[in-house]
């Protein structure tokens, strides 16, 4: 029998939970507050943060939202990102990524205050994950780590294998997975565009985390029996539908499901999560920032585990 995990009925059960640490907040006086920044005409950019915004209405977090001109001058951007740094209503900060050719996206990752970092980005909260005392874990990896602890899968002692190396994605969950710590002491290998046969690492893994961003790129022959598998992909292919496209993930599903003891679809598995890991980090960084103590945060994170 293989397990197909439902990220969205996870992420109803996390967002019931943080609704509760919200009504602590507002009792001790506290609104959390995420802004969203995008300087760019990009639709699936546009789309990302209409439902940022949404999902923070729903719980209860005040979203404060910045548009600028992707023509703009650069100064423009860091000066917004320096005033909301400054604005004590605002306890997180994202600006939507890809942001245009002359803007140096470093610069930006870096202009954000570290405690209002919920993308985790900064070099410093990267730092502080790889040292093993995370302040804000990645949103994606973090929720791949909660949907296994969900599963009832324990990373420690498998061999995992981590199917690309991004700063948002990849590199992070490398991270987590290693980590000496509830939901880590992994055996990972990291796999890239320039890793020379894919499937001999895919075969011996226990868990398969795909985030190549290349559709169906791993298939059932290339899994072994019993495999825990994870499709963060996220594809558009032209196919006979009204919009005239279809969404697939890294991994083509049906072939992969007859090896995996667990697999996630796409959509409806990684994706939701996400969203729901942002939520938590913005009600952590407002409790952080507020120092107001809220009980049952921990309980919203992977195998309940926190830091700052
Ligand atoms: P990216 O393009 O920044 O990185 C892709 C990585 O995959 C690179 O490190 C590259 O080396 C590797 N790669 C590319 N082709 C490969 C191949 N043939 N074999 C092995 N490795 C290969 O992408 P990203 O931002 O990490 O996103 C990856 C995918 O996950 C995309 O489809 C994206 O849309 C999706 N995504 C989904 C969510 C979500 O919430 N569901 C979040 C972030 C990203």
């Known amino acids: 029998m293989t397990t197909v995990l439902d990220g969205n009925a996870v992420s109803e059960q996390i967002r019931e939970t943080l609704g509760s640490c919200v009504d602590q907040l507002g009792d001790a006086g506290v609104t959390p507050g995420l802004a969203t920044v995008l300087m760019s005409d990009d639709a699936a950019s546009e789309t990302y943060v209409r439902m940022k915004r949404r999902a923070c209405d729903e719980l209860g977090v005040e979203s404060v939202h910045r548009e600028i001109d992707p023509d ?10 320096s005033a909301l740094n400054e604005d004590p209503a605002v306890h997180g900060i994202l600006v939507q990524m890809p942001v245009p050719d002359h803007v140096d996206r470093r610069r930006v990752l870096r202009s954000i205050a570290p405690a209002k970092d919920v993308d985790g980005f900064h070099p410093e909260n990267v730092g502080r994950l790889v040292a093993g005392h995370p302040r804000f874990k990645p949103c994606t990896p973090h929720g791949i780590q909660k949907l296994l602890e969900v599963a009832g899968v324990d990373p420690e002692g498998t061999d995992a294998v981590v199917v690309g190396r991004s700063d948002i994605v990849g590199k992070p969950m490398v991270n987590l997975l290693i ?29 398969v985390i ?12 290339m899994l072994s029996e019993g495999v825990v598998v994870i499709d963060v992909g996220v594809n558009r292919v032209d196919a006979d539908t009204e919009k005239g496209y279809e969404l697939v993930g890294d991994v083509e599903f049906d072939s992969a499901r007859e090896k995996a003891s667990v697999i996630t679809p796409v959509p409806g598995g990684v994706g ?25 945060l921990a309980e919203a994170a992977a195998w309940g585990d926190e830091d700052g």
């Open 210 to 221: 795909a985030a190549a961003g290349y559709p169906e790129l791993v298939d059932g022959s």
């Open 272 to 296: 939701p999560m996400t969203i729901t890991m942002l939520l938590y980090n913005t009600v952590r960084a407002a409790s952080m920032l507020e120092d107001v103590e809220v009980s049952g």
């Open 72 to 81: 703009a001058p650069a100064d423009e951007l860091f000066e917004t990102v």
């Open 179 to 207: 980590q000496k710590a509830p939901g880590g002491n992994a055996t990972v290998t990291v796999c890239h565009s320039r890793t020379d046969d894919l499937a001999s690492h895919t075969r011996r893994a226990d868990i």
